[in-house]
């Protein structure tokens, strides 16, 4: 997978300028099903209006060039790595994230969708297997040794994440290539490891099979 911004760019709908009535942009959003659009003055990129924030204009026939103070900052350029821009989107939730060059002028977007989507599509998280989370100090997280505690039940981590926790301690999600993880959460627990969450086939019956398989396809991992 491409793991740059640029190889993700979308040029589907062009971005508003400062001119425009908010009830207009408010139809185009519902059009476009997208909550959030970007804004150029005279080419240049000023930022990214919510539909939130219209909401909030009491006349919506005002142009958007009397309210430019809701218009947030939101932008990352196009060598950017796309997990920044996940973090960036998640922080403002949003459905759309502005992209510029090295100018600051905008060259598109990419959607957070579609960005789902692609990773969804590496081996790590396609693959069938089961998820572990597991939870520890900081101090303590050592990758080597959790790996080794893995690979001595014959299995492999496809994919890891991490997620701060409150007071210095970390979740570890991991992705196996096992779809019954009851030996690996046991040879986990002789480690004094605490498995906090856990995603595997054994835990369901024959006939919640499909909603386990739903589960793994919504989670993307």
């Known amino acids: 997978m491409n793991m740059r911004v640029r190889d993700h760019i979308l040029n589907d709908f062009k971005p508003l300028s400062t001119g425009e009535r908010v009830a207009d942009i408010m139809l185009a959003m519902e059009e476009l099903k997208c ?17 939130d924030d219209l909401l909030d204009i009491q006349n919506d026939q005002d142009s958007l060039e009397k309210h430019l103070k809701v218009i947030k900052p939101y932008k990352v350029q196009a060598d950017t790595h796309i997990y920044e821009a996940i973090q960036v989107i998640g922080e403002g ?10 100018q600051g002028q905008y060259i598109g977007y990419v959607s957070p969708q579609e960005l789902m989507w692609d990773l969804g599509r590496q081996v790590s998280y396609a693959e069938r297997g089961g998820v572990v989370v597991l939870r520890l100090p900081v101090r303590d997280y050592h990758i080597s040794q959790i790996a080794q505690i893995v690979e001595s039940e014959d299995a492999l981590i496809l994919g890891l994440q991490l997620r701060s926790h409150a007071n210095d301690f970390i ?4 992705k196996i290539n096992q ?3 009851s030996r690996i959460v046991k040879a986990f627990e002789r ?11 054994s835990l369901f019956d024959d006939t919640a099979s499909d909603r386990y398989e739903g589960l793994m396809k919504y989670l993307n991992i």
Do not use: F, W
């Open 35 to 51: 909550s959030h659009l970007p804004v150029l003055h005279e080419g240049a990129y000023l930022g990214l209006i919510s539909e």
């Open 93 to 102: 939730n949003l459905t759309c994230l502005p992209v510029i060059d090295g």
């Open 171 to 174: 979740n570890v999600a991991l």
């Open 179 to 181: 779809q019954d993880l």
């Open 191 to 201: 480690y004094q490891y605490e498995v906090v969450e856990l995603y595997h086939e």
